[in-house]
């Protein structure tokens, strides 16, 4: 037992030493923080040395104005190139925290220990009007043996032709496949479309949506309802189901719905309306009658020379 | 239908019987304008007061008058004009010479039916003086308080055009009145019959048919009214869609609109549409009474960007939008 606390105890100790090695806070002054690192520790001689130097502090990015920001000077180093970055967060209290980053790219001389010296970073408080300063650590890296350029695995020009190939053609079949299953589909609904009229479509609906043996009544004359106005909707090109039944019924005569159909909505939607807003109780009977006026009223409309039909 | 519905029902078909015979008594003197006949009624029996707007020699005062001459109630018809003080609106204290003492000579405002013609010609102070006496229903005069006589109803007018020294009237207090209505011109076959009725009788006149007792008793059956929930739900759904249009579909408008309708509109709008259902003779609200009085309801509740008015857009596009946008229950 008290082995395995040792040995925990140990590795904690550890790994918070290598976090240490790896990100240095080096200056905590007022509520700007100044933070460098290096990607890695050991760096190839054929690979490039990261530095990251980080401001950040809570508040608005204007917060600082950054007035001097030099390259480090550097030992069995040399510098490659840089770039900046401003990033906002959030704060877990609600608020915002502003990061500026400075990236250098160092290439390595010669196998050993190089280093970065430590950065003075001159910056402005914008809200006091006074200057301060940050000065970063100084940073070692021990460069190592170059790696070998190209990595291990060595593939010949031929095989690679040959897989270019395969994949050329994998997906040029894949395009064409996707190509004539979508040409099949379409031409399946369109042959659907042509043979379905809207009646035809409302009155399969008609069957295979609204049931008679339901627990609610109300609810399937609700959907009854609903299916007549979107018949509509879609015949004559028209918001039925945002219309009172009476505007419903106004539309459907200046687009020269039959009086007999007419009637029989007129009928329709007063008897739907006292079970819908009146509290009247629908029997069984009368949802089958309502249900047979709804498919007349599509058969009618199926009718060759309707008139009034898509003005 | 349910036995209490049922009940409703009936009792409305016989206490609404007077609603066909008042506008056929109007129509005596009044040609055509049903639409402002009927939602005069509805203000009447839902105790809510109308804004009238409508260019001038449209009858409003004359159809107030036949209206108020029809209920056997006291008409007074106050032109609102700059120099119009609070005083000559709900009255003020007069000194007696001959006994030394203050009495109170109350204004026109204590009446049964106002026409306060032309509202917006008057300064705030009147105008508040006005809005007060239609919220509280009493007026105080020095120390005494007066309690306005029931039924009291305020119709005041505007006319859209002429905006030059007028004082229009703040969103607050536009939204006490529970009607805005936008009067329009007759038909061409009604300015016929205009023609013909004033050139052959000098003074029409309409007989009396109901009193004031029977009105407030009418209020009450109004109460009565069913309004099922899938209507109230409906009602709520206009008016958050004038708040929130996104939500509804109606992303157009969401930069059209600085304020939507208050809670006031759908208070009103639900008793309109239980006073539309009434004169229809109808016990239970459908859709279409809230679809009727929509409009009516949420003109003046509606606050419009600068956007809109830049596009040339109304508040009645807008409510069009939004009442063909909704889905009906």
């Known amino acids: 037992m008290i082995v395995r606390y040792l040995s925990l105890t140990f590795f904690i100790f550890f790994f918070a030493t290598i976090g240490l090695a790896q990100d240095s806070v080096d200056s905590i002054q007022s509520d700007i923080r100044l933070r460098t690192f290096i990607e890695n520790e050991e760096v190839p001689l054929n690979r490039e040395v990261v530095f990251h130097v980080e401001l950040e502090w809570k508040g608005d990015l204007n917060k600082y104005k950054i007035s001097e920001f030099p390259e480090p000077a550097v030992s ?20 915002t925290i502003s990061i500026k980053r400075r990236t250098f790219y160092f290439r390595p001389l010669e196998i050993g220990m190089a280093y970065i010296e430590g950065v003075t970073i001159i910056y402005e408080d914008t809200y ?33 032709y040959i897989i270019l190939i395969i994949i050329i053609l994998s997906v040029s079949l894949l395009f064409l496949l996707r190509y004539r299953q979508r040409k099949r589909e379409e031409e399946l609904e369109a042959l659907a479309q042509k043979k379905e009229t809207v009646e035809e479509k409302y009155l399969r609906l008609l069957k295979e949506t609204i049931h ?3 627990d609610n009544i109300k609810d399937s004359l609700s959907d009854l309802s609903h299916l007549i106005n979107g018949y ?5 090109h028209f918001p039925a189901s945002n219309l009172s039944s009476e505007q419903v019924i106004e539309v459907l005569q200046e687009k020269g719905l039959t009086q007999e159909s007419l009637t029989r909505l007129n009928e329709f939607y007063k008897s739907t309306n006292l079970v819908k807003f009146a509290g009247e109780s629908v029997t069984d009977a009368d949802f089958h009658r309502l249900y047979d006026t709804v498919e007349l009223i599509l058969e009618s409309q199926k009718l060759p020379f309707t008139e009034g039909e898509d003005k | 239908m349910n036995p209490d519905i049922k009940a409703i029902n009936e009792k409305i078909v016989k206490e609404s019987e007077f609603v066909e015979k008042i506008i056929k008594e109007v129509g005596k003197v009044i040609v055509g304008q049903t639409y402002m006949i009927e939602r005069l009624l509805i203000g009447l029996l839902c105790n809510g007061h109308i804004l009238l707007e409508g260019v001038p020699g449209l009858a409003k005062t004359l159809t107030v008058r ?45 009446s049964n039916l106002i026409l306060a013609d032309e509202i917006n010609r008057s300064p705030a102070k009147v105008q508040s003086a006005l809005l007060e006496a239609m919220q509280e229903r009493q007026v105080t005069i020095s120390e005494n308080t007066f309690t306005l006589e029931d039924p009291f109803l305020v119709l005041a007018t505007q006319n859209p055009i002429e905006q030059e020294g007028t004082y229009p009237l703040p969103e607050a207090q536009v939204d006490r009145f529970m009607l805005k209505l936008s009067i329009g011109y007759p038909s061409p076959d009604e300015e016929l019959e205009i023609i013909r009725r004033v050139i052959k009788t000098d003074e029409l006149k309409a007989d009396p048919i109901i009193t004031p007792q ?4 009418a209020r009450n059956v109004v109460k009565e009214v069913y309004i099922d929930e899938k209507i109230e739900k409906y009602i709520v759904d206009i008016v958050f869609a004038t708040r929130d249009p996104e939500k509804y579909g109606l992303s157009e408008l969401k930069d059209l609109i600085n304020y939507g309708a208050s809670p006031r509109a759908s208070i009103y709008l639900a008793l309109a549409a239980k006073g539309h259902a009434f004169l229809r003779g109808r016990g239970y609200v459908t859709p279409e ?18 956007e ?6 109304g508040t009645e596009d807008v409510i069009r939008k939004v009442l063909n946008r909704v889905e009906v229950p």
């Not at chain 1, 040399?78 to 906002?88: E, I, Q």
């Not at chain 2, 108020?68 to 700059?82: C, G, L, M, V």
């Not at chain 2, 809109?308 to 857009?313: I, T, Y």
């Open chain 1, 128 to 160: 006091l009007q006074h200057r301060e300063s940050l000065i970063s650590d100084r940073v070692g890296i021990k460069i190592i043996d170059p790696l070998p350029e190209g990595g291990n695995i060595k593939i010949s020009p031929t095989w690679l």
């Open chain 1, 76 to 95: 069995n180093l040399t510098l490659r190139g840089s770039g900046s970055s401003n990033k906002v967060n959030s704060a877990p209290d609600g608020g």
């Open chain 1, 232 to 236: 509509f909707s879609e015949k004559y």
């Open chain 2, 214 to 217: 029977e009105i407030i008793h």
């Open chain 2, 289 to 306: 009474d809230v679809r009727s009085v929509g409009m009516d309801v949420m003109r003046h509740r509606i606050i419009l960007s600068y």
């Open chain 2, 66 to 110: 036949t209206l108020s001459s029809i209920i056997k109630t006291k008409f007074q018809r106050i032109q609102f004009t700059p120099d119009l003080l609070p005083a000559d609106l709900i009255g003020t204290l007069i000194y007696n010479q001959r006994d030394g003492k203050f009495t109170t000579k109350k204004g026109p405002i204590f």
């Open chain 1, 212 to 214: 008679f043996n339901t």
């Open chain 2, 308 to 313: 809109a008015e830049a596009e040339e857009v």
